[in-house]
T-cell receptor
């Protein structure tokens, strides 16, 4: 069984640029959730995708957007990057053959905005 | 009402001790309460979770105690080991949203 994978591991961008982060869900899962974790904080929910549709969104501006593909992998896109966007971005998968609530996290992508 | 409050912020115990981490919530719609363990530079790993129809759940050395009337739940780590040194997060969700609300985290250090 393959766990959740994310790419890239680290990324450095300049303020105002755009970034795309990628996530492959655990086998058997059909739901992907994205979280932002600032240093020393708990993860904050960005949004969730189920069957290629957004299924809930946290308190993040529209410049945070996402996609889910037919194979259940997902992308997180952030436009017009701001310094405060520097964080660990986590993807979690769930559902399908597993309990819907049981979310399994990937290793994260560390984004630094300068 | 969406918050989950976690305490203490940090905890130091000796090997073999039983660290206890507490969480409190307000939203009565929450019906799933997981605990995650996170090592530096890694993603959170699901440790154990409980639903409100039981007051206690054990998995190995990890135990969740749940008090529905007080809207509180706690994690106990039996016979703690230096390898348990990590940050622990409680979380809650419910209403079929799938949105996990996390506590602020507790940094645990287990001294040899």
């Amino acid at each position: 069984e393959t766990g959740v994978t994310q790419s890239p591991t680290h990324l450095i961008k300049t303020r105002g640029q755009q970034v795309t982060l990628r996530c492959s869900s655990q086998s058997g899962h059909n739901t992907v959730s994205w979280y932002q974790q600032a240093l020393g904080q708990g993860p904050q929910f960005i949004f969730q995708y189920y069957r290629e549709e957004e299924n809930g969104r946290g308190n993040f501006p529209p410049r945070f957007s996402g996609l889910q593909f037919p194979n259940y992998s997902s992308e997180l896109n952030v436009n017009a990057l701001e310094l405060d966007d520097s964080a660990l971005y986590l993807c979690a998968s769930s559902g399908g053959t597993s309990d819907y609530y049981e979310q399994y996290f990937g290793p994260g992508t560390r984004l630094t905005v300068t | 009402q969406q918050q989950v409050k976690q305490s203490p912020q940090s905890l130091i115990v000796q090997k073999g001790g039983i660290p206890i981490i507490n969480c409190a919530y307000e939203n009565t719609a929450f019906d799933y309460f997981p605990w995650y363990q996170q090592f530096p530079g890694k993603g959170p790993a699901l440790l154990i979770a409980i639903r409100p129809d039981v007051s206690e759940k054990k998995e190995g050395r990890f135990t969740i105690s749940f008090n529905k009337s007080a809207k509180q739940f706690s994690l106990h780590i039996m016979d703690s080991q230096p390898g348990d040194s990590a940050t622990y997060f409680c979380a809650a969700t419910g209403g079929n949203t799938g949105k996990l609300i996390f506590g602020q985290g507790t940094t645990l250090q287990v001294k040899p």
